[in-house]
């Protein structure tokens, strides 16, 4: 069972992110710069094993769209998402590896990350299309061949670089798990940990904010199941909001997002 990275980035000139991510097994880096090249480098890891590395350098923009050009490339059995602030754990392939052979029956094994800004169950869960919002993908190791077979693709009008907010991979797994076959499960071992930094997309919880979070939540569920998420979401979540933005206004600028038409 091979492992590989597939690592979202922007700007590298030089293979430094090998080393700054702790990679120990291949690794598919989409570099998206001011240049069409694609690029192969042989390294050596901690363990003194030769990994490959491949390198796509590209002009596109969009988080989505570099998620989907490593998707279409990757050559691993079984891959993990990685973003260029993300330091894997020593032995994570190990991690992976024995999680992929204990739960055949599971496409999608999600991990537990060290990150400031969210907390992570300590007990082993099972996720469906429903609940799988509460998952990232820089958690989820993945089984390749499966997950292309279902021909769920990351939405390239959501997330980073877009202007439209995040979602994305709430989309993407929604749509995943809503195949018969796919299943989630998430297990309460470390993998990596995320350095704080400045969000590409998110400047606080403004009014753009609330418009994109409606225009993008309509775009995942449609319109019926888009709108009994809202209502139940703005009811659970609106004492979290309520130092940012009135209940008033903030139903009012998600409306507006929601019925808005963008091409």
Not at 142 to 168: A, M, P, Y
């Amino acid at each position: 069972m091979t492992i590989e990275v597939l690592i979202s980035c922007m700007h590298q000139t030089d293979w430094s992110i090998i080393e700054r991510s702790n990679v120990q097994t291949d690794v598919l880096i989409i570099n998206q710069c001011d240049r069409e090249k694609q690029e192969v480098y042989s390294f050596t890891n901690s363990r003194g094993e030769k990994c490959l590395a491949r390198m796509i350098c590209t002009t596109e923009r969009g988080l989505s769209r570099s998620r989907n050009m490593a998707l279409k490339n990757a050559q691993g059995d079984v891959c993990l998402f990685c973003d260029d602030d993300e330091v894997l754990v020593e032995g994570y392939d190990d991690i992976i590896r024995t999680a992929c052979e204990q739960h055949e029956a599971y496409s999608l094994i999600a991990f537990r990350l060290t990150y400031s800004r969210k907390t992570f169950p300590e007990e082993v869960q099972t996720y469906n299309r429903f609940s799988s919002g509460r998952l990232s993908s820089a958690q989820i190791a993945f089984r390749r061949i499966e997950v292309l077979k279902t021909g769920v693709w990351f939405d390239e009008q959501i997330g980073s670089g877009t202007g439209n907010g995040g979602g994305e991979e709430t989309k993407w797994l929604y749509q995943l798990l809503s195949k018969r076959a796919m299943r989630a499960i998430y297990l309460p071992k470390l993998i990596a940990r995320i350095n704080d930094g400045d969000s590409m997309w998110f400047k606080g919880y403004n009014k753009q904010y609330f418009v994109n979070y409606g225009w993008t939540i309509r775009r995942i569920y449609g319109t019926l199941l888009g709108a009994m998420f809202l209502c139940y979401h703005i009811v659970s979540h609106r004492q979290f909001y309520s130092p940012y933005c009135g209940i008033i206004d903030m139903c009012k600028y998600i409306a507006r997002g929601f019925f808005e038409k963008r091409t």
